[in-house]
């Protein structure tokens, strides 16, 4: 089969490699679409991978080619998508309920091999059947709304709510849909990029802040703080934002994944105590039973038509492209959301 390797920082190689095959609890899964996350850019460009050479790739559909002996819910010929973690199913936090949590876990795309390739396995239980109404390239996009999905239900949320969203990338956007579609009253987005807000825009923001142009103190002058905050960008500038410009008694969601040092300010940290504020993290996007909630939801907004993702697709690559998705993501003249690499051309 062809597979696209990462075989040292920022070297990616087209390879001819053997089929894997299924274990007896395994599938083997035909890919249709893998899109190319924001952690996999670190892996490609800072070579942060556990080993080279290794295949990425662990937001991805496909079609079932072959099931190991013991398989049972699952048929050759189903259109899948697949959660891509492995916990062990042992350690403390597996046993009560938190596979995120998991201690010794695996995972596709990253510890083992991925889907930037024409197959890869997974066991039955990561792997979920894709109702008719949702296409194979729309459920590319199911793991990054799963995370979404799960940062989201980290906080408490009330319709009558007013959300910040900070940063528009993918799962800022995503988070704006989730918390549309749970009917907060009002969503307020901000990014860098005026592009990226016309995104957030239509995935439900009332209100796009291009905080190149508006600050959030200038906004704020007049408006009511949110009752929660959504950190996605993963910037200094954006973890200390949430803390500034959340209510008394409100509540912060870190979900973005920070890459660079972090400083609050003796006044900023303070503010948690003054505020009495609720501030956790979101890890992940998993639950018990395995894989979750968050799956079942995802899977239902998209048939459902309730989260729109198809346009949140900037652009479509063979892997024959190699590491195109990836220099688009970080190219500052390029507005890329999604980039997915279409592996096999089967579709409903």
Known sequence: MKALQVINTKEMELVDIETPSPCKDEVLIKVAYCGVCGSDLARYFKGQVHKFPQILGHEF??????????????????????????????CHMCETGEPAMCTNYSFIGSREPGAMAEYVVAPERNVMVIPDELSLKEAALVEPLTVAIHGVDRLKVESGDVALVLGSGTIGLLTIGVLRAKGVKKIIATDLSEEKLKYAK?????????????????????????????????????????????RKKGQVCYIGTSTSEITFNHKEFELINRGELT????????????????WGAA?????????????????????????????RLIDKDIVAVDEIYEISKEEE
């Open 61 to 90: 559909s496909g079609i079932i080619e072959s099931v190991g002996d013991s398989v049972k819910s699952i048929e050759v010929g189903d259109r899948v998508a697949v959660a891509p973690l492995k916990p062990c199913g042992k």
């Open 202 to 246: 239509n995935m439900g923001a009332d209100v796009a802040i291009d905080t190149t142009e508006v600050t959030l103190d200038d906004y704020f002058k007049d408006q009511q703080l949110p009752d929660l905050v959504y950190e996605t960008a993963g910037s200094p500038y954006t973890h200390v934002e949430a803390f500034k410009f959340v």
């Open 279 to 294: 501030v956790t993290g979101s890890w992940m996007s998993y639950s018990a039973p395995f894989p979750g909630k968050e």
């Open 299 to 327: 899977l239902n907004y998209l048939a459902n038509k309730e989260i729109m993702v198809k346009d949140l697709i900037t652009g479509v690559h063979s892997l024959e492209d190699k590491s195109l998705p990836f220099n």
